[in-house]
């Protein structure tokens, strides 16, 4: 795998899907629809997929793609694949919130290994660089890169700092997060969660509620570069992608080393 290759086409479809959405958000008024599954979608969504998928499918012809937002693609059998959320997020878009997220991870034998996370909006762009390791952008977000930053997770001490959904927190989460010495509850939208403790702002990320992959992928690539791990909610297992349905169940994200409460 050409993970040089990997890491700058996915950069340039989020950066470029980014600034259609933000074109899309600067609008005073924009059309919001309800898909099969109730969850909204928008002008917005629809074209960071169209130009993601069509980078991508150029790009990397051979490699199987797997997308939210084109439901032709959620029936494959695959453990190596491309896997995008054009803008995860919805939800905050819509109440102009501000933090959503371009979402694209490349996943082999199950492991999201290389992925980015892009909040146009706040202006912070993740991604995992061509060795595999996390690393913050900043500056302009041009065609070439600007300086980045290695991404660590925290090391664990004390009382944690606990981040939770700004959308789908319920008293399942709230239990769970009590069996925690807290010192801090921060409440974040979209992918952002996975890449707040990546880059040591938070220490855990509980969500006991129903995600698909593409939720998920380009935040736990991200956290795995930087020293975290996604298990499952049930058994602590490592989280593995290309399920049946692209379905995940319960999960937490955390630093590797952090002693997790059953």
């Known amino acids: 795998m050409d993970y040089e ?9 989020a950066i470029e899907a980014g600034t ?16 099969s599954d109730e969850s909204p979608v928008t002008a917005a969504d ?28 959620h029936g494959q059998n695959v453990s190596t694949f491309i896997i995008v959320d054009p803008l995860d997020g919805t939800k905050e878009f819509v ?44 500056g302009a977000f ?10 660590n997770v925290a090391p664990p001490s004390g009382a944690l700092r606990i981040v939770a959904s700004k959308s789908h927190r319920d008293a399942a989460t709230d239990d769970y ?11 974040a939208g979209s992918s952002l969660k996975f890449c707040l403790v990546a880059a040591g702002e938070a220490d855990l990320y509980p969500r006991l509620g129903r995600t698909m992959e593409w939720d998920t992928a380009a935040g736990d690539a991200v956290l795995r570069g ?14 593995a992608y290309g399920k049946s349905g692209f379905e995940n169940p319960f999960f ?6 952090l002693k997790l409460e059953a």
């Open 5 to 13: 290759n990997v890491t700058a086409t996915f950069r340039r479809l």
């Open 20 to 35: 259609a959405i933000m074109d899309i958000y600067g609008t005073d008024d924009f059309d919001v629809r309800s898909k």
């Open 46 to 73: 629809e074209a960071a997929d169209a130009l993601i998928s069509a980078g991508l499918r150029a790009t990397f012809p051979d490699i199987a793609l797997v997308t939210e937002e084109q439901s032709a693609t």
């Open 95 to 138: 109440q102009r919130r501000g933090e959503f997220t371009v979402n694209i991870a490349l996943v082999e034998n199950g492991v999201p290994t290389r992925g980015v996370v892009y909040a146009p909006a706040v202006g912070r762009l993740f991604y995992t660089d061509a060795t595999g390791q996390a690393v913050e952008e900043t």
């Open 142 to 151: 041009g065609a070439e890169p600007g300086p980045v930053s290695p991404m």
């Open 177 to 187: 997060i009590a069996k925690y010495d807290v010192d801090e509850l921060v409440a």
């Open 226 to 239: 930087a020293g975290g791990t996604v298990v499952r909610f049930d058994d602590h297992a490592p989280l």
């Open 252 to 257: 937490i994200a955390a630093p590797a080393e």
